[in-house]
């Protein structure tokens, strides 16, 4: 893994020092009042490295943790990590939408709280053979899994000149999608891109001069590779609606994106898992048109600057958070 020493202890202790979960404070203030009773579950959609979920089991002494993530080597390390919590931990390798089977599989019918880490692990970031990270040379692989799946590689190879565009377009809001597209066509038509310092070199031959200070020509090209080749949006769209059933009444979500495209899609569906269902021009509200849920921060919450100084990763997050508040008939 390049990560640490040899032995778990040290091993442990270096991943705690190179990644810092998120917001972890604050998502462990929204979450405890739906955890903090013998018997409460928790899910951590995003397992990760198990930095968020360590804190959860040391300070919830009766929480039962079920864990997902679609990496193996993520779940290698947090289940090296989580060890001391083995009798109440659940993990499971399943990308997020898998979390109605999980929770099923452990056998368990109802959660009381469900954490859900966005993006790109901090893991997969570090590692830079796994090709997440424009800023090193490596095999274009992207893969969050990689078991299975076509790698950026594959798809750079065999994806049109119009389909490229489009995730270009769709999941990176890359207003050069086009250019960057003929670009890639052109130049693989001579070698096959295969490594990341290639791709970057020919994104920045293709962006006009006055718009380079313009911030990193990759940046969003390889966010779309990655939301493209991993699923993620079709995941999230199906996760999020699926994890808000699993809650009990009191149960509480805490959601942290890192880019635009998740962040509105999230703040849609707990909007309208929040809002009554009635029909306009009825003088007073039906029970079963009653809001399911109610939001617990006002808009998206942000890192504050001491987090965002200390850890650049925490610079683009956005926190929403709810609580259900009644069942469904």
């Keep these: 893994m390049g990560i640490g020493t040899e032995g ?81 931990t659940t993990l499971v390798h399943s990308v997020y939408d898998g979390i109605a089977s999980a929770v099923v599989g452990a056998g368990i019918d ?12 901090s893991l997969q970031l570090d590692e830079a053979d796994r090709g997440f990270a424009y800023a090193k040379d490596a095999p274009l692989d992207m893969r969050m899994d990689q078991t299975e799946g076509p790698t950026a590689a594959d798809v750079l190879a065999t994806y049109s000149e119009g389909n490229l565009r489009r995730i270009f377009e769709r999941y990176g809001e890359e207003k050069l999608s086009a250019r960057y597209a003929r670009a890639i066509v052109i130049a693989r038509s001579d070698a096959p891109l295969e490594r990341s ?45 699926a994890a808000l059933d699993l809650l009990r009444v009191g149960g509480r979500i805490v959601v942290l994106s890192y880019q ?35 939001l617990l921060v006002k808009g ?9 100084a200390r850890n650049p990763r925490a610079i683009p997050v956005r926190l929403r958070a709810a609580e259900r508040i009644r069942e469904v008939a």
Excluded: W, Y
């Design 197 to 241: 310092g290639r791709l970057v070199e020919i994104l920045d031959a293709a962006t006009p001069a006055a718009l380079k200070n313009a911030g990193h020509p990759a940046k969003r090209v390889f966010q779309a590779l990655r939301i493209e080749i991993n699923g993620e949006l079709a995941s999230l769209e199906r996760a999020i609606p």
């Design 110 to 121: 109802r959660v009381d709280g469900v954490l859900f880490d966005l993006g790109v692990s």
């Design 300 to 308: 998206a919450e942000l890192a504050g600057d001491d987090e965002r």
């Design 260 to 294: 635009s495209l998740e962040d509105r899609f999230v703040k849609r569906e707990l909007a309208r898992a929040a809002s009554s269902t009635s029909p306009a021009g009825l003088p007073v509200e039906l029970p079963e048109h009653a809001a399911r849920f109610r």
């Design 8 to 88: 778990p202890g040290p091993r442990i202790m270096s991943l705690r020092d190179i990644h810092t979960p998120v917001l972890l404070e604050r998502t462990i203030e929204l979450l405890a009042p739906a955890l903090d009773a013998p018997g409460a579950v928790l899910v951590d959609a995003t397992l990760g490295m198990g930095g968020h979920s360590e804190a959860f089991l040391e300070r919830f002494p009766g929480l039962h943790l079920i864990g997902l993530d679609r990496d193996t080597d993520a779940l290698g390390i947090a289940g090296e990590r989580l060890a001391r919590f083995a009798g109440r």
